[in-house]
Antibody, heavy 123, light 110 residues
Framework: QVQLQESGPGLVKPSETLSLTCAVSGYSISSGYYWGWIRQPPGKGLEWIGSIYHSGSTYYNPSLKSRVTISVDTSKNQFSLKLSSVTAADTAVYYC????????????????WGQGTLVTVSS | QSALTQPASVSGSPGQSITISCTGTSSDVGGYNYVSWYQQHPGKAPKLMIYDVSKRPSGVSNRFSGSKSGNTASLTISGLQAEDEADYYCCSYAGSSTYVFGTGTKVTVL
């Protein structure tokens, strides 16, 4: 059974960089699939942040692209999110997830999710 | 890239059928047969219910079905049950390996 677990600071100061890691168990990232980050501001809807293939190829939401970096560490079986120059608008629950389909071909579908972690941006 | 438009809320009685719409543009919903739907209960992670417009993942009840016409995709829940009360989000491919979610719909079982 594939399991994902997000970790990282729950509080980040404005203008700093948000950093989260998603540890994967039950499946080796190097074996394939696409992996992604999705966020949800409190009381609001979901927003796709970006996806990464096990090879390291990345795909980002155009509205966040200038501030986002997603990377993968196959040796630790985990992938990470960095979001720079954060503001209060970046306060959200951040989810990591696995896509059972080809994210470059259109069929990105997140079939396994982490429980989510709340990140608050505040001084 | 703007969020896809969904009704804020839809309600129905147990046993009834309801349909949730998801309206986009020719650059997302209308341009590709790649729409997925997620169910989210309060405080929980979303769950994949439909992908590629009308395909159901293993384990998802056949009471859930998806379709698309033009720039609007739809999720139909038949035989509505109390456990179906949740938020539902559509998600569409928007080209260039990017994706956009819908605004979300709260389903209430009366």
């Amino acid at each position: 059974q594939v399991q994902l677990q997000e970790s990282g600071p729950g509080l980040v100061k404005p203008s700093e960089t948000l950093s989260l890691t998603c540890a994967v168990s039950g499946y080796s990232i190097s074996s394939g699939y696409y992996w992604g980050w999705i966020r949800q501001p409190p009381g609001k809807g979901l927003e796709w942040i970006g996806s990464i293939y096990h090879s390291g190829s990345t795909y980002y939401n155009p509205s966040l692209k200038s501030r986002v970096t997603i990377s993968v560490d196959t040796s630790k079986n985990q992938f990470s999110l960095k979001l720079s120059s954060v503001t209060a608008a970046d306060t959200a629950v951040y989810y990591c997830a696995r896509s059972g389909g080809d994210c470059t071909g259109g069929s990105c579908r997140f079939d396994y999710w982490g429980q989510g972690t709340l990140v608050t941006v505040s001084s | 890239q703007s969020a896809l438009t969904q009704p804020a809320s839809v309600s129905g009685s147990p046993g009834q059928s309801i349909t949730i719409s998801c309206t986009g543009t020719s650059s997302d919903v209308g341009g590709y047969n790649y729409v997925s739907w997620y169910q989210q209960h309060p405080g929980k992670a979303p769950k994949l219910m439909i992908y590629d417009v009308s395909k159901r993942p293993s384990g998802v009840s056949n009471r859930f079905s998806g379709s698309k016409s033009g720039n609007t995709a739809s999720l139909t829940i038949s035989g509505l049950q109390a456990e179906d009360e949740a938020d539902y989000y559509c998600c569409s491919y928007a080209g260039s390996s990017t994706y956009v979610f819908g605004t979300g719909t709260k389903v209430t079982v009366l």
